[in-house]
Structures are given as structure tokens and as C-alpha cells.
């Protein structure tokens, strides 16, 4: 299958008055096309900026850098704002995590959905307000034609999403990058959000990266994951290597942290992981996770090999995991085995 | 349609409680027969005034009465110019709207433009020019910053007139310093919304969809960033209107605001009342006016 989107070595640098904080660092993946990348990690992991890295979005201040950055055979690393725009809400698209403040208050629904088809698509308005229509319906929202008038706190913030992901289709994107969609929603919204999405996505053969730290949402939707920490992805591949033979101890630690149907006893603790995300100002050098991770040793502190797994499964480790069996509980998951901190 | 007519009775409840104070507040503050009649008038001239302009009657029927012809136009007679108050307001007031309406203009065309550039490169050169701009006319006093330009304009380069209301040149100078009195807090508010503006999610999601910055800038962020700027914009307006007292005197131009100021001076008591309800009546008016033009710009306010 052709890649649609290829990265190669992203890096994104922020220079701040204490040093620069490298919040990605060396990120590679390739994407087909009706094909869904998941991106898990946890907050300040920098799995936002690698979207707006990609959407030519970062704020002004960070420095984008990469070996390759292609999108369709369009080389995004030396595209202009001219080009970028020009693809933005047209052949890539972004859905945001808070539905309630991406729409903006004082344009009506009907006129925030056409917007991206008016100005990439010579058509009229009457076409594009067709389009909105049709895809109020296809998120399933009722009376669509009537919604076009209504204003954003009209909404609720599952319409709300809803609208933004109908605003996202609007052009058929290759490409739709969805930013924890469902973050901000209700629990009860969240699951038929990601359902519409999915289906959506499959039916117009989109590629899709999606941002999440729900392991639980990956499960359901990857094709492929990248586990990302502390601005680096330390284990990646297809979504059920990556969930039935975890290699990384971090990626094991997640795993450990959701409860499994059947598996899990009622009252039985969930595993966590001791320590915090370290600071990414300066110089890094060795695993960032090793502050945490009970199978640390003194070798996590200098260069780590990319081992290579079946099928391009690829993570960040000095130990061979693949050796050891995963653990079954135990390990990571109390506090007191914290040690060699960077 | 509901939130207009709310507003619509809200301003009128505010009219005539306006009117209410303003007459009580110049009946109460002194008696007005004697006032009139000087310090060398005797009890019986008082007392002969009194009857004369019915100040012996209730202050309730004086009110009534004062109410009832000004809403049919008809402030009374002025005791001193011994002419009809509202044909000497009349003319007085063409000039000082035009100058109102001038200065305002001025205000808002040099600073929304100003207040955004500055907030799109904030720290930037023209930032700090913007700063400095704004931070000059705070700090002159409009008579100063009057008596330089006709020291620079009609004295030394004989460009423009001094004084006088003949052509719309006279009205330049006058409009500057009005404007420009006005400027720096409507600048610094658009900047201080274009900031908080440019930062909001729904920016970001319409440059996401590949709108252009200018496109971003004027149709995302300064609709709303510009509300808070209108409702200043009416205060800013009816104050103009109102308190160019000081702008009028440097250069002659005989508006409302030196009528009443000179009125005040001479115990011409309708015409006070009738120019301080007519400035009230202009805050009201403008406040109303920037109501429905925030309404119109932001939906949310429609609710009422």
C-alpha cells in the first residue's frame, strides 16, 4: 500500500529562556491510506505538537525539524504557508480535543461548516450548505437543515463534536487527524463519538491519526500505535503486537493500568506508575523513562538501540524483551521500586 | 426582538429617572429665585420672581409640568439669552455632534487598526510605537496638546484656521484632540482582546481549515474581540458629546458643552436642565445603540 504520510526523524524544538525543551524527538512512522495510527501518551508526552507539527500548526515560537516530512508526495518540510494552507481543511483535517470552545461563538453553524469548502472548492453556496446537510445527517445529527442557523451554545458539547468532525469531512480529507476527540465529552458520548469516526473513516478511506492516552479506545480502533514518552515514541508497531506481547517495560506499565474485563477482581488495585514525566530542557541522552522503571540499569543511561520485532514492531529498550515473558503483575506498579533517577 | 424591546424600556426607565435627578438636583441645590434675582434684590423682588416662574409651587408640579413640554421640545425660556432654550441648544448641538462625531471616528480609525497590529506581533516595533502613542495621549492634557497644534498648524505653517466654525477645516485640529483623548484606551483594549482573542480554541480550528491570517484575524478574532471596544466606544462618544467643554473653548467653537458651561455660570437654570437631560439622553442613546450592535456581533448576548 502507498504511504500517504511518511515522517522521518520529527523533531520539535521549543527555545526557552532556561534551554531548549525538545518536546518531540526523532519521531518516524508511515501511514496508508484507510489506515488509523494511534498515538498514546501521557500529558506533556508531545503527541499534540506532533499534530500540528504535521498540520504546520506549531505556535510561532517552536522549531519544526525533520529528515523527512511527506504528505502525498508533497514534501511538507519545505512547503510554504501559501501550499499548507492550501491543503489544511482540504486534503488534511483536524478535529480538536474541546469541542466547546473550537467553534467560534459568533458564526452560526451553517457558516463555520462551509467556510473550508468555500475556500478550497470553487462552489457556491448553495452547494456547500447541500454538503453540511449531508453531513449533519452522516454524524447523525437531526433536523440538519435547521441546525445550519443555530449558534455553537446552541449545542451541546457531544453536537458540538459532532459538528466539528462533520466540519473535518467537509472536503474528504486523506488525511484527518483527530486530537483526543473524545477527551472532553461525557463517558457515556465518548464511545459513539469514536464509533462515528471509525465508521466514517472507513467508509471514505481516510487515513487517520488519532491522539489518545485511553488504551481502551486503542484496542478498538488501531491499525498501528506509537507509544510515545517524554517526546519520544519507545515502542510502535502493529495494534495487537503491541497489545498482546508489549515490549517495553513503559508500555506494560500502561497496559497494567486498565482493568480487563473477566481478569480484573472487583476491589483489586489497578497498577500505576511511580514518578513523573522528566523535564525535557537540555540535553537528553539514555531512556527518559528510566527514572521510573524497575528494570533499570546503568547502560539506560547512554545511546539505546532500536530493537526490531515481527512486522515492523519496534521499541526503545537496553534489555531484549522479547526474551522475558511479560509479567503478569508486580514490577512496575509500586511506588517503593522507584530508583536511579535521572 | 425581545432582548431590543428590553433594552428599548431599560433605556427609557433610565431617561426618566435621568430627568428626575437632574431637575431635583438643580432645584435643591439653592433657591433659584434668588439666584436669578441677584444679591442686591430686595425680599419683595424674590418673592416676585418666585410667582413669576411658579417656583412657589409643588416641586412635584414643577417637575410635572418641566416634563410634559420638554417632551413636546419645549425647554422653556432662557433667562438669559431671553430666547427659546431648545432653538439655542438647537444650534449649539449641530456643532458639537459633528465634532462628537468626528472625534470618535478618528478614535476608532486610528486605534482598532493600531490595537491589532500591535496584538499580531506582540513586543514587536510596532507594538511599542502603538505604546507609546497611546501612553502620549493619556498623558497630554487636551488643552496643551490644542494650544501645540495651533502653535504648529496656524501660527507657524498657516495651514489650517485657529478658531471659528466657517469651513470643515476648523474642524480638524478640534477633531484630533478629541480623538486622540479617546484613542488609547480604545487601542489598548483591542489589543488586550485581540491577544486574549488570538489564543482561543476556535482561532486555532480556523486556521486549521486554511483560512488566511488575514481572514483569521478579521473574521475569527475581531468580531470577537471588538465588544468590549464598542461598549467603551459609546461611553468614549457620549462623553465627547458631552464633556468637550475644554476642546470647544481653545478652539471657539461654540458647541453644547460650552453653552453649558457658560449657563452654569449664569444661573440660566432651563437651559442647564435641558442640556444635562440631552446629554444624558445621548449616553443612553449610544448605550442602547452599542447593546444592539454587541447583540448583532455576538449571539450569545441575544438571549436578553
Known amino acids: 500500500m502507498d504511504n500517504i504520510l511518511s515522517v522521518r526523524d520529527l523533531r520539535v524544538d521549543i527555545p526557552l529562556a532556561g534551554g531548549t525543551l525538545h518536546a518531540v524527538r526523532g519521531l518516524n512512522f508511515d501511514l496508508a491510506r484507510g489506515e488509523t495510527l494511534c498515538i498514546v501518551g501521557e500529558s506533556g508526552s508531545g503527541k499534540s505538537l506532533t499534530s500540528l507539527a504535521i498540520m504546520g500548526l506549531l505556535p510561532k515560537m517552536a522549531q519544526r525539524h525533520s529528515k523527512k516530512l511527506e504528505f502525498a508526495g508533497i514534501d511538507l518540510s519545505v512547503a510554504k504557508n501559501r501550499q499548507m494552507r492550501s491543503l489544511r481543511g482540504d486534503r488534511i483535517s483536524m478535529i480538536f480535543q474541546e469541542p466547546m470552545t473550537s467553534l467560534n461563538p459568533a458564526y452560526t453553524i451553517g457558516d463555520q461548516l462551509t467556510e473550508a469548502l468555500l475556500l478550497h472548492r470553487k462552489v457556491g453556496r448553495k452547494a456547500a450548505t447541500a454538503r453540511a446537510i449531508e453531513l449533519l445527517e452522516k454524524v447523525g445529527i437531526t433536523a440538519a437543515a435547521s441546525r445550519l442557523g443555530q449558534y455553537p451554545h446552541q449545542l451541546s458539547g457531544g453536537l458540538r463534536q459532532r459538528v466539528m468532525i462533520a466540519m473535518a469531512l467537509m472536503a474528504e480529507p486523506d488525511l484527518i487527524i483527530a486530537d483526543e476527540p473524545t477527551t472532553a465529552l461525557d463517558v457515556t458520548i465518548q464511545a459513539q463519538i469514536l464509533r462515528l469516526l471509525v465508521d466514517l473513516q472507513r467508509e471514505m478511506n481516510m487515513a487517520m491519526i488519532l491522539i489518545t492516552h485511553d488504551l481502551g479506545v486503542v484496542a478498538r480502533v488501531a491499525d498501528k500505535v506509537a507509544i510515545m514518552y517524554a517526546g519520544e515514541v519507545v515502542e510502535s508497531g502493529r495494534s495487537k503486537d503491541v497489545f498482546t506481547a508489549p515490549q517495553h517495560p513503559y508500555t506494560r506499565g500502561l497496559l497494567r493500568c486498565i482493568p480487563v474485563p473477566g481478569k480484573t477482581k472487583p476491589g483489586e488495585h489497578l497498577g500505576s506508575i511511580p514518578g513523573i514525566v522528566p523535564s525535557l530542557i537540555g540535553k537528553t541522552q539514555g531512556c527518559a523513562f528510566r527514572g521510573r522503571c524497575d528494570v533499570a540499569v546503568d547502560a539506560c543511561a547512554h545511546d539505546i538501540p532500536e530493537r526490531a520485532g515481527a512486522e515492523g514492531h519496534l521499541y526503545r529498550c537496553v534489555h531484549d524483551n522479547s526474551q522475558m515473558p511479560p509479567k503478569a503483575s508486580g514490577g512496575f506498579n509500586t511506588a517503593s521500586q522507584s530508583e536511579g533517577r535521572p | ?304
Open chain 2, 1 to 304: 426582538m425581545i432582548y431590543t424591546l428590553k433594552r428599548l424600556g431599560l433605556a427609557v426607565l433610565v431617561a426618566l429617572a435621568v430627568s428626575m435627578l437632574s431637575f431635583a438636583l438643580l432645584h435643591l441645590s439653592g433657591d433659584p429665585a434668588s439666584a436669578i434675582a441677584g444679591e442686591s434684590a430686595t425680599d419683595a423682588d424674590i418673592a416676585a420672581i418666585r410667582a413669576f416662574y411658579g417656583f412657589d409651587r409643588p416641586l412635584i408640579v414643577q417637575y410635572a409640568d418641566w416634563l410634559f413640554s420638554a417632551l413636546r421640545g419645549d425647554f422653556g425660556e432662557s433667562y438669559y439669552f431671553q430666547l427659546p432654550v431648545a432653538q439655542l441648544i438647537g444650534d449649539r448641538l449641530s456643532i458639537t455632534m459633528t465634532l462628537g462625531i468626528c472625534g470618535i471616528s478618528f478614535a476608532i480609525l486610528t486605534a482598532v487598526p493600531l490595537g491589532v497590529a500591535a496584538a499580531v506581533r506582540p513586543n514587536s516595533m510596532i507594538d511599542r510605537m502603538a505604546l507609546f502613542i497611546s501612553v502620549m495621549g493619556q498623558a497630554m492634557p487636551s488643552f496643551w496638546f490644542g494650544l501645540v497644534l495651533v502653535v504648529i498648524f496656524s501660527i507657524k505653517f498657516r495651514l489650517l484656521p485657529p478658531s471659528g466654525t466657517e469651513s470643515w477645516k476648523n474642524f480638524i485640529m478640534p477633531t484630533v484632540v478629541l480623538g486622540y483623548y479617546a484613542m488609547p484606551a480604545i487601542m489598548r483594549l483591542t489589543r488586550a482582546g485581540m491577544l486574549d482573542v488570538l489564543s482561543a480554541d476556535y482561532v486555532r480550528t480556523a486556521r486549521a481549515k486554511g483560512a488566511s491570517e488575514m481572514r483569521v484575524m478579521f473574521k475569527h478574532a475581531l468580531r470577537n474581540a471588538i465588544i468590549p471596544v464598542v461598549s467603551l466606544s459609546a461611553v468614549q462618544m457620549g462623553f465627547m458629546l458631552g464633556g468637550s467643554i475644554v476642546v470647544e473653548s481653545i478652539f471657539a467653537l461654540h458647541g453644547a458643552g460650552y453653552l453649558a458651561w457658560e449657563s452654569i455660570g449664569r444661573n440660566d437654570l432651563p437651559t442647564v436642565q435641558a442640556l444635562i437631560l440631552i446629554f444624558a439622553l445621548f449616553y443612553i442613546v449610544f448605550t442602547f445603540l452599542s447593546d444592539l450592535l454587541n447583540a448583532w456581533l455576538d449571539p450569545r448576548m441575544r438571549v436578553g
